[in-house]
């Protein structure tokens, strides 16, 4: 069974401080999504790594697909309140037909004024 | 592109009655998947649709749940005589077939009392 382990769990930072959010596996994917998902409404796509050791930059974000493909990152600079949410990697089963997705528990970001 | 919507966005039943939820995926999207997600978990799996056949089931967590795809448009998810351990949030999301990337709806999330 393929699973995806996020970690933190839980973060709380001061505005303007940076982070980074983990997800790890054992096993290869061979793509991971990331999403933030807010209360009560679905998960956001934010951006999708297909090749190891890929970097993709999204304003303040920075995305990280392990050489492997068994691991991401996911850096945020400079914190603001509007980044708050939980954010959550997913990823596509490798050589799978299915298709579906397989996601870790979510980091929990709360960023304060 | 009106992204993917979710019908209706709450349900409040009293167990033992049967629910109905709809979900229009973007209209170019030929797979359509639906998930579960409880408080303090990422999205699991349920069922997924290319176009109006439904491949893969296995993933209904009992006989009670059942979904259709009938002209390969819009979908519906059904829980028949629902339990309190069905209160979650029901998560719809479509791509493309052979793309990684799924977007998601608004979900519905499911009280039962």
């Known amino acids: 069974t393929q699973l995806l382990e996020q970690s933190p769990q839980f973060l709380s930072i001061q505005e303007g401080e940076n982070l980074t959010v983990y997800c790890n596996s054992s096993s290869v994917f061979s793509s991971l999504q990331w999403y933030r998902q807010e209360p009560g409404e679905g998960p956001v796509l934010l951006v999708t790594v297909v090749t190891g050791g890929e970097v993709k930059k999204l304003k303040r974000l920075t995305f990280q697909f392990g050489d492997a493909r068994k691991d991401s990152s996911l850096h945020i600079t400079a914190a603001q309140t509007g980044d708050t949410g939980l954010y959550l990697c997913?990823?596509?089963?490798?050589?799978?037909?299915?298709?579906?997705?397989?996601f870790g528990k979510g980091t929990k970001l709360s960023v304060k004024p | 592109d009106t992204g993917v919507s979710q019908d209706p966005r709450h349900k409040i039943t009293k167990r033992g009655q049967n629910v109905t939820f709809r979900c229009d995926p973007i209209?170019?999207?030929?797979?359509l998947y639906w998930y579960r997600q409880t408080l303090g978990q990422g999205p699991e799996f349920l069922t997924y649709?290319?176009?109006?056949?439904?491949?893969?089931k296995s993933r209904l967590l009992s006989d009670r749940f059942s979904a259709e795809r009938p002209k390969g448009s819009f979908s519906t998810l059904e829980i028949q005589r629902t339990e309190q351990g069905d209160s979650a949030m029901y998560l719809c999301?479509?791509?493309?077939?052979?793309?990684?990337?799924?977007?998601f709806g608004p979900g519905t999330r499911l009280t039962v009392l």
């Open positions: 997913a990823g596509t089963d490798y050589g799978g037909s299915q298709g579906n997705l397989i």
């Open positions: 999301a479509s791509s493309l077939v052979h793309a990684d990337t799924q977007y």
């Open positions: 209209s170019e999207h030929n797979r």
């Open positions: 649709f290319q176009n109006e056949a439904q491949l893969e």
